[in-house]
């Protein structure tokens, strides 16, 4: 009498189904016993009383995701809250000396690939920033200052590169 | 009839608010599981319930957090009642008790 199992849905077998099919078992076949299992087969298709089970299980998910992502995120789980705050000031500042910087340089060279390759540059350069930041905050100031002046330099190197070779073409 | 909270929550069952309620009275011993219940309720309201009608009122029930699945190592799984269960369950029983009273002083009068 098992195939009557098959009448459900697969997510109400996956949660009923064995201690179901035990009862089952315990039945003698019968025409009111299969149309008892196909009423109770429909209503679980036309009201399936997992949903709110299920929604949270997504809703778990949902924060199983967000947990991931915390933790692939810039810093890593074990950054404190004043330390994202730290980096996300850090960056904002590091923007706007970029931005006013680009300003000042393309009013007085103009659209130089040396100018140019600034503004270019700030968008992983910013990025760059906040996690060397996030990561070296348990480094030496001067290790952070190397570190992120650096990667920055080499950044702008990269990308004043680019643009020469781009005004070329 | 007045309703309570508790009450309303097997009024949303439809047509397994009965063997929801039958669930709930066979659970108020103790935990048990599904065919245990089926015996149970045979043996106390004299209805011997289909599976098919057992486990859509099961699932209503689990839902609503008016009774709980236990950790079982064998596949019937055995259910028990809650604290909500117990409060809904007493609700309605009240409720059934009163139109019972109401209507037995009215047939002591006809």
Same mark, same amino acid.
């Given at each position: 009498?098992?195939?009557?199992?098959?009448?459900?849905?697969?997510?109400?077998?996956?949660?009923?189904?064995?201690?179901?099919? *035990?009862?089952?078992?315990?039945?003698?076949?019968?025409?009111?016993?299969?149309?008892?299992?196909?009423?109770?087969?429909?209503?679980?298709?036309?009201?399936?009383?997992?949903?709110?089970?299920?929604?949270?299980?997504?809703?778990?998910?949902?924060?199983?995701?967000?947990?991931?992502?915390?933790?692939?995120?810039?810093?890593?789980?074990?950054?404190?809250?004043?330390?994202?705050?730290?980096?996300?000031?850090?960056?904002?500042?590091?923007?706007?000396?970029? *931005?006013?910087?680009?300003?000042?340089?393309?009013?007085?060279?103009? *659209?130089?690939?040396?100018?140019?390759?600034? $503004?270019?540059? $700030?968008?992983?350069?910013?990025?760059?920033?906040?996690?060397?930041?996030?990561?070296?905050?348990?480094?030496?100031? $001067?290790?952070?200052?190397?570190?992120?002046?650096?990667?920055?330099?080499?950044?702008?190197?990269?990308?004043?590169? *680019?643009?020469?070779?781009?005004?070329?073409? | 009839?007045?309703?309570?909270?508790?009450?309303?929550?097997?009024?949303?069952?439809?047509?397994?608010?009965?063997?929801?309620?039958?669930?709930?009275?066979?659970?108020?011993?103790?935990?048990?599981?599904?065919?245990?219940?089926?015996?149970?309720?045979?043996?106390?309201?004299?209805?011997?319930?289909?599976?098919?009608?057992?486990?859509?009122?099961?699932?209503?029930?689990?839902?609503?957090?008016?009774?709980?699945?236990?950790?079982?190592?064998?596949?019937?799984?055995?259910?028990?009642?809650?604290?909500?269960?117990?409060?809904?369950?007493?609700?309605?029983?009240?409720?059934?008790?009163?139109?019972?009273?109401?209507?037995?002083?009215?047939?002591?009068?006809?």
């Amino acid at each position: 009498m098992k195939w009557l199992l098959q009448l459900y849905p697969a997510e109400w077998r996956c949660r009923y189904g064995e201690e179901f099919a *035990a009862v089952l078992q315990g039945q003698r076949l019968s025409l009111g016993l299969v149309v008892d299992v196909f009423g109770g087969a429909v209503d679980a298709w036309l009201h399936p009383q997992l949903r709110g089970r299920e929604h949270e299980i997504t809703k778990g998910e949902q924060t199983m995701t967000n947990e991931m992502m915390k933790r692939c995120a810039a810093g890593g789980p074990k950054l404190s809250q004043r330390d994202q705050i730290l980096a996300g000031i850090t960056m904002a500042v590091g923007a706007l000396i970029l *931005a006013a910087a680009y300003v000042v340089l393309r009013k007085l060279y103009h *659209a130089r690939p040396a100018v140019e390759a600034l $503004s270019y540059m $700030s968008m992983p350069g910013m990025f760059l920033l906040y996690t060397k930041v996030a990561y070296l905050r348990q480094h030496k100031v $001067s290790t952070q200052v190397i570190t992120v002046g650096g990667g920055m330099v080499l950044l702008y190197l990269i990308f004043w590169g *680019a643009c020469e070779v781009a005004v070329r073409l | 009839m007045k309703k309570t909270k508790n009450n309303d929550e097997l009024d949303d069952f439809g047509r397994f608010s009965e063997p929801a309620l039958l669930i709930l009275i066979s659970l108020a011993e103790g935990p048990k599981h599904g065919y245990s219940m089926t015996e149970d309720i045979a043996t106390i309201a004299g209805v011997r319930l289909g599976p098919g009608t057992l486990y859509g009122a099961i699932a209503r029930l689990e839902s609503r957090g008016l009774i709980e699945p236990l950790k079982s190592e064998d596949r019937r799984n055995p259910y028990a009642l809650t604290g909500l269960g117990e409060r809904a369950l007493r609700a309605r029983l009240d409720a059934m008790q009163t139109v019972v009273r109401a209507g037995q002083r009215r047939l002591a009068h006809a």
